[in-house]
C-alpha cells in the first residue's frame, strides 16, 4: 500500500513547477522532474539567510541583520542553475546548501558575487562565470582551499602553466583560483605569473607560497580577495619613493597597478594613492585607524569591499597608544578624484569627524545606508558632498543622521550634485508637510523615499532627464492624485514607489519607461486612468495589486516579463489587451482574485494557450490580429471574380 502511494506520489510531482520571489525584482523557477533552477529578473538576488536562534534573521559580524530564505525547500534536490540575463547581483550564501549542483552558468549581466555566495557546494563541477563580474566578495580569512569557493570539491579547473582558473567558454581563465600543487610544492613556488585575460584573484589564492618573492598581475585584474597573498612573508612589494605605508603589486608596464595593502606608521595621517593605481584590493586600509585624510588616484576604477573595515559600531577606530591609553581614528576627509566609472558597495568609511565627501569622476551607484547612522558609516559631522554626473542609482537613507550637511533648496525638494548640476539628486522632500513639489528640469535621480509619507502632496510631474526613481519615493503619499512620468531617457520606476497612494487616480507612463517594479502601484485604489508607455519590458510581482477600480490595462508587445501577482485582486478589471506573441508570465497567477475579467485579448500569432495563467479568449484574439495572409487570399479572390465573372 506505501509503494502504491509513493507511486501516485511520484507519479503526481513528475513535472512540478514552483515558483518564488528572490529579490526585489528577481524571481526563481524550480523544475522538480529535472532539477532545473532558473532564475530571472533584475537586480540583486538576496542574502540568503542559513536559519538560526533567531527565525529569519541571520546573526553576522556581532549583529542581527535580515536575511531571506530563498528556495530553501528545495535547495538539496537542485541539480543545476541558470541565472538569466538581468540579474545583477548574487546576495549571501545565495547557494549555501545546494549540495546535489552540479553546474551553474551565470548570465553576463551579474557583475557582483557576495560573500560565500557559493561555498559548500560540494558537488558542482561545472562553473560559468562571465567576465561582466567585477566583485568576488570575501570576508572569511578562515577561507581554506578554494578561498571563496571553499568547499566546491568537485570544481573542475582550467589549468595554464601552474595555475588553477575557472572562467568562461571566452575566457576561460577569468578567475584565479589558485596554484596548482601540494602544500610542499607551494612552498618551492618563487615567482609567478597571472595568465593576460584573468581578472579576478580570489581571496587566499597564493597562501602557503611562503617563498614566492614576485608576481606579475597583468592590467586586466580588476578585483583582489582578502588575504590574497597571505603568509607570502618573502613578497617583494612596489612603493611609491619615499611612502612606505602604502604597498603595491603590478607588472613591467605599470609597478603601481594594485594596492595591495597598508602598512602601520602612526606618524602619518594622511594618504594619497598613487594616480596609476587601478584596483585597491578587498580590505586594503583594515584597521588604519591613524588615517585623517585620504585621497584617491585618479586612475582608480575598481575598489574592494570593506576597504577600511576594523572600525567599531560607534564609527571609530580604537587602539591603544604607546602609553597604552585608548585612542580612535579620526578621518576627516575623503576625496575620491578617479576619472572612470566606480561602484562603491561595502567599502565601509566609518569616522564620525568626515567632513567631506567628494565623489568626482565617475561614482556610478551608491548602496543603502552608506553613509548613515544606521548603515554604520556615522557621518554625523558630515558638511558637504559632491557628487558626479555619472551617477546612476543611490540607495535608501543614504544620509540619515547626517543632519550638518548641506543641500540645495528648489521648490519642495532637497538636493545634492555638483557645481554644474547642483540639482542631481532630489534627496528627499524639504519638511514632510509639503502640498506641492515641482523637480527641477536638471535632475536626473529621484532617490529612494524621497517624498515617503508626504500626505499633503497632491500631485507630481516628472521631467524629462530623469532616468530612476527610486524604491518608495512617493510611499503612502495618501493625498496624492496624478502623476505624469515624462522622461525622454530610458528610466526605471523602483519597488514601492506609489504604494498606498490610496487617492491616486490618473497615471501616464511616457514611452521611455521601460521597468516597472515590485509593489510600484500596489494598494493605489483609486487609479481609474492609466497610460503605460510602449516600451515597457517588465512589470514586478504586485505591481497592480489591489488597483480596485482600474477596469482595463494596455501591454505593449515589448513586455516580456510580468511577475507574480502584478494585476491580482483588481476587482474591477475587465479587459486586457496585450500585443506580444509569447506569454510573459507564465505561471505567475497575475490576475488572481479578478472576478470580472473575462477577456484577454492578444494577436492571432499569439503562440500560448494562457496569458499569466488566464486562459486566452480565442474569438477576441482573432478579432484583434492584424489581417492574415487568408484575409489577403480571400480578398484577391473576391476581386478575381468581379474582373472575371
Not at 584597521?287 to 573595515?309: K, P, R, V
Request: proline residues 3%.
Amino acid at each position: 500500500m506505501v509503494s502504491l502511494w509513493l507511486l501516485i506520489v511520484t507519479a503526481f510531482c513528475d513535472g512540478f513547477i514552483q515558483l518564488g520571489s528572490c529579490g526585489s525584482e528577481c524571481n526563481w523557477r524550480f523544475d522538480d522532474s529535472t532539477g532545473a533552477l532558473t532564475i530571472s529578473g533584475n537586480g540583486k538576488i538576496d542574502d540568503y539567510c542559513r536559519g538560526s536562534m533567531f527565525g529569519p534573521y541571520c546573526f553576522e559580524n556581532g549583529a542581527i541583520t535580515a536575511g531571506k530564505l530563498l528556495w530553501k525547500s528545495i535547495r538539496s534536490r537542485v541539480s543545476s542553475a541558470v541565472i538569466m540575463d538581468g540579474i545583477t547581483h548574487i546576495g549571501k550564501y545565495a547557494f549555501d546548501g545546494c549540495t546535489e549542483m552540479t553546474s551553474l552558468t551565470i548570465a553576463n549581466t551579474v557583475d557582483t558575487i557576495d560573500d560565500n555566495a557559493l561555498v559548500g557546494c560540494t558537488n558542482l563541477k561545472t562553473l560559468v562565470i562571465p567576465d561582466s563580474v567585477t566583485s568576488f566578495w570575501d570576508n572569511n580569512k578562515e577561507y581554506n582551499r578554494n578561498g571563496p569557493l571553499d568547499g566546491c570539491d568537485s570544481l573542475e579547473f582550467n589549468e595554464y602553466e601552474n595555475g588553477l582558473y575557472i572562467g568562461n567558454p571566452g575566457n576561460p581563465y577569468n578567475i584565479f583560483v589558485r596554484p596548482k600543487g601540494n602544500p610542499q610544492e607551494l612552498k618551492e613556488i618563487t615567482t609567478f605569473k597571472l595568465h593576460e585575460r584573468t581578472r579576478i584573484i580570489l581571496g587566499k589564492a597564493f597562501s602557503g607560497c611562503t617563498n614566492m618573492k614576485t608576481v606579475s598581475i597583468p592590467d586586466s585584474v580588476v578585483c583582489i580577495g582578502y588575504h590574497a597573498f597571505y603568509d607570502c612573508e618573502k613578497l617583494e612589494y612596489t612603493k611609491n619613493g619615499d611612502d612606505e605605508v602604502l604597498l603595491y603589486l603590478g607588472n613591467e608596464r605599470n609597478p603601481y597597478y594594485a594596492l595591495i595593502t597598508a602598512q602601520e606608521n602612526g606618524d602619518v595621517t594622511s594618504i594619497r594613492i598613487h594616480d596609476r593605481t587601478v584596483v585597491l584590493a578587498n580590505f586594503a586600509f583594515m584597521n588604519c585607524y591613524w588615517l585623517e585624510t585620504m585621497i584617491f588616484g585618479e586612475d582608480t576604477y575598481y575598489i574592494g569591499s570593506h576597504l577600511m573595515t576594523g572600525w567599531n559600531a560607534d564609527g571609530h577606530a580604537y587602539y591603544f597608544d604607546d602609553e597604552g591609553k585608548k585612542q580612535k581614528g579620526v578621518l576627516k576627509k575623503v576625496t575620491l578624484t578617479s576619472n572612470r566609472a566606480v561602484q562603491l558597495y561595502k567599502v565601509y568609511l566609518p569616522a564620525e569627524n568626515i567632513v567631506s565627501l567628494t565623489l568626482t569622476g565617475a561614482v556610478t551607484d551608491i548602496p543603502d545606508e552608506a553613509f548613515s547612522n544606521t548603515g554604520g558609516s556615522f557621518c554625523r559631522n558630515l558638511k558637504t558632498v559632491s557628487i558626479s554626473d555619472s551617477l546612476s542609482s543611490i540607495g535608501i537613507n543614504v544620509f540619515e543622521g547626517c543632519n550638518k550637511l548641506a543641500y540645495t533648496t528648489y521648490r519642495g525638494g532637497q538636493y545634492l550634485g555638483n557645481d554644474d548640476n547642483p540639482f542631481l539628486v532630489l534627496v528627499q522632500a524639504k519638511d514632510k508637510t509639503i502640498s506641492s513639489v515641482k523637480i527641477h528640469g536638471k535632475t536626473k535621480i529621484i532617490s529612494a523615499g524621497a517624498f515617503s509619507d508626504c500626505n499633503a502632496l497632491k500631485s507630481v510631474v516628472i521631467p524629462e532627464a530623469v532616468t530612476r526613481i527610486g524604491t518608495s519615493a512617493f510611499f503612502n503619499c495618501s493625498s496624492l492624485k496624478s502623476v505624469n512620468i515624462q522622461s525622454t531617457v530610458p528610466s526605471t520606476i523602483g519597488n514601492k514607489v506609489f504604494k498606498y497612494c490610496n487617492n491616486l487616480e490618473s497615471v501616464v507612463i511616457s514611452d521611455s519607461v521601460t521597468s516597472i517594479g515590485d509593489e510600484t502601484f500596489n494598494f493605489c485604489r483609486s487609479i481609474k486612468s492609466l497610460t503605460m508607455g510602449s516600451n515597457v519590458q517588465s512589470i514586478g510581482m504586485s505591481a497592480f495589486e489591489y488597483c480596485s477600480s482600474v477596469n482595463s490595462f494596455t501591454l505593449p508587445s515589448t513586455c516580456n516579463f510580468i511577475g507574480r501577482g502584478a494585476f491580482s485582486h483588481c476587482g474591477s478589471l475587465e479587459k486586457v489587451s496585450y500585443s506580444g506573441t509569447s506569454d510573459p508570465g507564465k505561471n505567475s497567477k497575475a490576475f488572481v482574485g479578478c472576478p470580472k475579467l473575462d477577456k484577454v485579448e492578444v494577436p492571432k500569432e499569439y503562440t500560448d494557450s494562457y496569458f499569466c495563467g488566464k486562459k486566452i479568449n480565442t474569438s477576441a484574439a482573432i478579432l484583434n490580429s492584424s489581417p492574415s495572409k487568408w484575409l489577403m487570399t480571400l480578398v484577391a479572390l473576391f476581386a478575381f471574380v468581379l474582373l472575371f465573372p
